[in-house]
């Protein structure tokens, strides 16, 4: 599979979204900061997020958010790449007008796909589509390249920036230790210890904050 500009996309699964512990499908693109490929971010994390079409104001506003968040995502040696169908010139445009209407400069590349090579090798178009808009599809991908988590959005409903900050944040600490977060973990909280396989481990005591802990629950501090 080839885009207009005959750079070469790898698809194994094509009109399929990958799915969590699939190897992200491979690419090459031109982006508003020069070419980049799904290679050149091996030993980082990434987030690789689509969105329907540059100026519109769904899109903006994650845009503006997402400029916003980056030095958050930097910090935890995570990086940002979008994408949409739209052209190069349109992405330049755009990103040009959001610094200069909001006061953001965009940091992050902005990948071109005019043949929806990449957004159909990543299933970011419906199967049924009627247009090449894509949906607002968000891939987190770990320095292995391996995809850890998906998110999709329908084009009138914006994402949750602060969401994927949290994401990232706790593949992370679960990489790190042999625990697994609550619902709404934010880093510093109290994480859920591996349950027991044994009954000897069950009836160990084990460290917990006091909030009505049992043997399946067990609370506990990285």
């Not at 330049?92 to 959001?98: F, P, V």
């Not at 859920?192 to 904050?209: G, H, K, R, Y």
């Amino acid at each position: 599979m080839t885009s207009d500009n005959d750079v070469p996309v790898v698809a194994e699964r094509p009109g399929c979204p990958p799915l969590i512990g699939d190897t992200a499908p491979a690419f090459r693109a031109r982006t508003t900061m020069g070419e980049r490929s799904l290679d050149a971010y091996r030993g980082r994390w990434l987030v690789l997020f689509s969105h329907p079409a540059d100026f519109t104001p769904v899109c903006t506003s994650e845009f503006v958010a997402f400029a916003k968040a980056y030095e958050r995502f930097q910090g935890l040696d995570c990086d940002l790449l979008a994408l949409s169908v739209d052209s190069l010139s349109s992405h330049l445009a755009w990103k040009h007008s959001i610094e200069q209407r909001f006061g953001v400069r965009v940091p992050f590349p902005i990948i071109e796909d005019p043949a929806m090579g990449i957004a159909r090798a990543y299933g970011m178009l419906p199967a049924r589509a009627t247009s090449s808009a894509t949906v607002r599809t968000t891939f987190v991908i770990d320095p292995e390249g391996t995809v850890r988590a998906t998110l999709a959005y329908p084009m009138t409903v914006g994402r949750s920036v602060e969401e994927i900050v949290r994401l990232v944040s706790a593949l992370q600490a679960t990489d790190a230790s042999e625990v697994s977060t609550p619902e709404g973990w934010r880093p510093g909280e109290p994480v859920l210890a591996t349950p027991p396989l044994t009954f000897d481990e069950i009836a160990a005591p084990a460290q917990d904050t006091g909030q009505g802990a049992d043997w399946y629950y067990r609370l506990g501090r990285l």
